[in-house]
């Protein structure tokens, strides 16, 4: 297997990318990282690799991300828009250089908003678009992650929890009745603690996550941890108030969901609802138990599986 690692200017600003081939013929696979800021592909080379038999696997550090972070490129504000545009160039220029029609793209959390905002506005570039943990409404998943850590606390008996979130209030949409500002931030730091995140008997954990990212990037975790600050500076609170996803009500690509079951980042229920009615030339929901938001890792040959199966 060919693994290569470069820089190539996208929109005049330099990004990086990682490409895993085993055979140049295969079909292209984009994965998109989430975040904002939070680039994968230490997390790929180990759990997804077996995809790499099947397609020429690209991990990109999105604009300001991982190996892709620069001081330059701080000059200008981070938009939805231009990393959609950063995507479309990355895409057009992969299929050039592999000579493809069309690529996979596979976006996870908030580069599942971004793969699939960009599969809905350009079909004509994507065979495939996939999905893990897509965030549908920033809305409707605040009052799913609170009935959900309200139901961990009852069963757990969480006082404590409990009597915090009573004072907060039930939330309407986004806004809390006290405190919204620390009441998100509260219920989202129990949403991690009560498994959301990554689930409580999975291999995967943070601990094992950061080494990965420490061996893989070495010195260039400074790196990393720098373009995470500046980009959920720039993004997180403009992906919260955007509603572009849940607007989008046919697609003219194939779409494959795959959650974890106790995803409460961007909770299954919610996007189960915008899918069904869902136009698509094919379409697949999927969940897999034992997992959370990071299914994709938690549950690496699952998620594999049904790509080779649903996608090839």
Same mark, same amino acid.
């Given at each position: ?83 959609? *545009?950063?995507?479309?160039? %990355? ?5 050039? @250089? +592999?000579? #493809?029609?069309?690529? =996979?793209?596979? !976006?996870? *959390?908030?580069?599942?908003? %971004? ?5 809905? @506005? +350009?079909? #004509?570039?994507?065979? =495939?678009?996939? !999905? ?12 799913? @992650? +609170? ?166």
């Amino acid at each position: 297997m060919n693994i290569t690692n470069e820089d190539i200017i996208i929109n005049n600003t330099k990004q990086n990318i990682l490409t895993l081939c085993s055979d140049r013929d295969n079909p292209v696979l984009l994965m998109v990282h989430g975040g904002p800021g939070s680039p994968d592909r230490p997390l790929v080379c180990k759990y997804n690799r077996e995809l790499a038999n099947y397609f020429t696997i690209v991990c990109w550090d999105q604009r300001c991300s991982g190996l892709s972070y620069s001081k330059k490129n701080k000059c200008e504000p981070l938009t939805i828009e231009l990393m959609i *545009s950063d995507l479309k160039e %990355l895409v057009i220029s992969l299929i050039g @250089k +592999y000579k #493809q029609d069309k690529i =996979y793209i596979a !976006g996870h *959390s908030w580069g599942a908003h %971004l793969g699939l905002r960009f599969a809905e @506005k +350009y079909p #004509q570039y994507v065979q =495939y678009y996939i !999905g893990t943990g897509q965030g549908i409404s920033s809305i409707a998943d605040e009052i799913d @992650k +609170y009935n959900f850590v309200k139901i961990q606390a009852e069963n757990s008996n969480d006082w404590k929890a409990l009597r915090k979130l009573e004072c907060f209030g039930v939330p309407n949409g986004m806004l809390y009745q006290h405190d919204t500002e620390n009441a998100r931030k509260y219920v989202s730091k129990l949403v991690h603690k009560y498994g959301g995140y990554i689930h409580p008997k999975s291999s995967l954990s943070m601990k094992s996550y950061l080494f990965l990212y420490l061996r893989y990037y070495g010195i260039n975790t400074i790196k990393v941890l720098k373009g995470i600050h500046y980009s959920v500076s720039q993004l997180s609170s403009i992906a919260e108030q955007d509603n572009a996803i849940l607007a989008i009500k046919s697609l003219d690509v194939p779409i494959l969901l795959i959650f974890g079951e106790m995803d409460y980042i961007c909770p299954a229920s919610t996007a189960k609802r915008w899918f069904d009615n869902l136009s698509a030339p094919k379409k697949e929901f999927v969940v897999i138990p034992g997992a959370a938001h990071m299914v994709n890792f938690e549950k690496a040959d699952e998620w594999n599986n049904k790509i080779m199966k649903n996608c090839i």
